[in-house]
């Protein structure tokens, strides 16, 4: 058994995709041990079940380990990697460690997408926990009743999970997705988001496809159906209803099924084969949001799940943390975060802001390849003088995996931005600390501080001083 009585050591131990696999592993049975380059509540929360986690590196703490899985964040110059290879120690990938987990149940719902994985992940897994299914779910984000994992299998041993379901995101970063075995394969939408992997958007779709390809039920937009192979296409046409403005539709066993959805006044009227089967009303709207719980009641049908019943679990689900996230006031502004990083994302996320009022708007551009990559888009939804920004600011680039001459960093970007909306004031930050004052000193005379990136910009929550509110 490879979890059983090993010694797995996980390089980025910390990171929330990292820390789902080590909770598991060692609920089943290993001896798991972790590194991370700085503490935080992930690596708390693994110290207090007994997981070892050394903040930095110790190459020491490989030599007797039977296996090591780092993150894709992890650079191949790293001590503790080097050292397993060295001595010829099992190294794998986290996509790779995540695939030989999933091949231990018999039902593998993998959410791909490039937006909205991880907050239809969170709703498939709370109706999921609803229903009384066994079942256990990795959670690329931080969902508010879960955290990132759950276990609902009550299995002892990995032999028991061939008769539960195993939920989890299929992250199209170089095409790891295509490693899973799943048996639903569900796609959001198929933008770029990875330009350093990708060399074109007909690549990105062409990987959408394959992935779909493997599974034997797979879900996918109306918009997105391109995406399926000409037989299913083909099978799509000889239904033509059309109930709602949004529509996913499910294929498995040769049939096509739609579920629509009439999004609008911060609801979703569900119809299910002509007939209106209920409507849901989310705690944390968002049109973005409606579509996404569209995508997990489809994905909670493919698992036997009444329509009724998944839609009335989503009315008592809490949210993601960094998901449009409200966290307090400063100077009776809402401070809200949101992990959006994409042009896409941040167009949906200024949107909703704006609807409270004057918005205040911290960027933290992710990765120098993205910014360049897109940096026409990153000008055109940032300097926008309709998009409801009042005030906006640049954080310094978080590089993640990157280095500075990968791409162009914050600078550039304000330039770009102040060159094309000569209009538009663009307020470069230094670090934390300056991201602190500058919102403390600017709050007041806007509705919303909107603090967008999928780097650390989160930590900075705990530097506000925030009123502690409710909504």
């Known amino acids: 058994m490879f979890i059983q009585g090993k010694k797995i050591r996980f390089i980025g131990i910390g990171g929330a995709n990292m820390s789902a696999l080590a909770v598991f592993s060692h609920e089943f049975g290993a001896i798991v041990s972790g590194s991370d380059a700085k503490s935080g509540e992930e690596t708390e929360k693994l110290a207090a079940l007994g997981i070892p986690v050394t903040i930095g590196v110790d190459d020491k703490k490989v030599e007797d380990v039977d ?11 790293n001590p503790e990697l080097e050292k397993a290879r060295e001595l010829h120690i099992e190294t794998l990938e ?10 231990c149940f018999s039902e593998v719902v993998a959410i791909g997408g490039t937006h909205g994985k991880t907050s239809t992940t969170a709703m498939l897994t709370h109706i999921l926990a609803k229903s009384g299914k066994k079942f256990a779910a990795m959670i690329g984000g931080e969902s508010v009743e879960f955290s990132n994992y759950v276990n609902n299998t009550s299995a002892k041993s990995i032999a028991e999970l061939k008769n539960a379901i195993f939920v989890c995101e299929a992250c199209e970063y170089k095409r790891n997705l295509l490693a899973l075995p799943a048996t639903s394969a569900l796609v959001t939408n198929a933008e770029c988001d990875h330009p350093d992997c990708y060399k074109s958007q007909k690549d990105v779709t062409d990987t959408f496809s394959e992935f779909l390809e493997k599974a034997r039920c797979k879900i996918v937009s109306e918009k997105y159906e391109f995406l399926l192979q000409e037989n299913e296409k083909r099978a799509n046409k000889s239904h ?44 944390d709207g968002g049109d973005y949001n409606y579509e996404n719980s569209i995508f997990a009641l489809a994905a909670a049908k493919g698992l036997g799940i009444d329509l009724k019943f998944a839609i009335n679990a989503l009315a008592s689900f809490k949210g993601v943390k960094r998901r449009f996230e409200f966290v307090g006031k400063i100077d009776g502004a809402s401070v809200i975060f949101d992990f959006a990083h994409h042009p896409s994302e941040i167009k949906q996320a200024l949107k909703r802001a704006s609807e409270q009022g004057d918005v205040l708007c911290v960027f933290q551009p992710h990765t120098y390849s ?102």
């Open 67 to 77: 296996c090591v899985v780092y993150s894709s964040a992890i650079r191949n110059d």
């Open 94 to 103: 986290r996509h790779e460690y995540l695939a030989k987990i999933a091949a």
């Open 240 to 283: 033509n209803e059309k109930c709602g403005n949004f529509c996913v539709e499910i294929f498995s066993d040769d049939k096509i099924e739609r579920l629509y959805a009439d999004i609008k006044n911060d609801k979703a009227e569900v119809v299910f084969g002509g007939n209106l089967v209920g409507v849901i009303r989310l705690k």
């Open 370 to 471: 993205r910014t360049k990559a897109y940096l026409d888009d990153f000008v055109e939804v940032l300097g926008d003088e309709r998009n409801g920004v009042k005030t906006l600011a640049l954080m310094p680039t978080y590089a993640a995996r990157e280095d500075a001459g990968m791409g162009l960093d914050s600078n550039d970007l304000a330039i770009a931005i102040f060159d094309e909306f000569c209009n538009r004031d663009v307020y470069l930050l230094k670090n934390a600390l300056s991201t602190v004052d500058f919102v403390k000193k600017h709050a007041k005379g806007h509705s919303v501080v909107l603090m967008l990136g999928a780097g650390d910009i989160y930590d900075i929550k705990d530097l506000l001083p925030l009123e502690k509110v409710t909504e």
